[in-house]
């Protein structure tokens, strides 16, 4: 397991008739979740049409904090009480790392940001990115041979764009990416 938060996408539909209670009982899963450690959010996205699925979104700071609420009394007593308005088991997706950065777009709500438009946002967090490792990393590393040199400043970029910057920059410009 690794420490970096993770979104599972979550697809299922409620039975026949059943679609307010499985909304209700969803939204109250939600309220008993959000005081668990480690979960940090949670978006129910109704289907597209009366008999598709239901996506849920849950967002947990690492993988092992989900673990512990997937093997938690609480969620198993969820899970019980949802068997009754919905069909079948659920599906899940995970999403860690890379895949993350645009976590939301994975998910059909609404717009799929652009493939221009992810590049751009992209763009815009790596190139402050490499110009402040090449200012005031790079030249600490001259001692190093090229291509080495070269290797530690791709995995800090690689490891500040996953970690710190993507983060950030998807959730500002949300808005823009999914217009």
């Known amino acids: 397991m690794n420490d970096q938060p993770v979104f599972r996408i979550v697809r299922r539909r409620a039975k026949p008739g059943c679609a307010p209670a499985y909304e209700a009982l969803i939204r109250a899963m939600f309220e008993d979740a959000c005081r668990f450690p480690g979960y940090l959010s949670a978006k129910l996205v109704p289907p597209e049409s009366p ?4 996506q849920i979104i849950q967002h947990f700071a690492t993988e092992a904090e989900m673990a512990r609420w997937n093997a938690s ?5 969820w899970l019980e009480k949802l068997a009754s308005v ?7 997706r995970l999403l860690n790392g890379l895949d993350a950065w645009f976590a939301p777009a994975a998910v059909p709500v609404g717009k799929t940001p652009s493939r221009l438009r992810m590049t751009f946002v ?17 030249p600490h590393l001259g001692f190093l041979p090229s291509l080495l040199r070269i ?5 800090l970029v690689a490891i500040l764009m996953s970690y710190v910057i993507m983060p950030r920059l998807t959730r500002w410009l949300g808005w823009w990416l999914r217009r």
């Open 73 to 77: 009394a609480e969620r198993a007593s």
């Open 122 to 138: 992209s763009w815009m967090g790596i190139y402050p990115t490499v110009a402040f490792l090449l200012t005031f990393v790079a």
């Open 86 to 92: 919905a069909e079948g088991d659920p599906e899940y």
């Open 51 to 54: 008999d598709g699925e239901y």
């Open 151 to 155: 290797a530690v400043i791709t995995v």
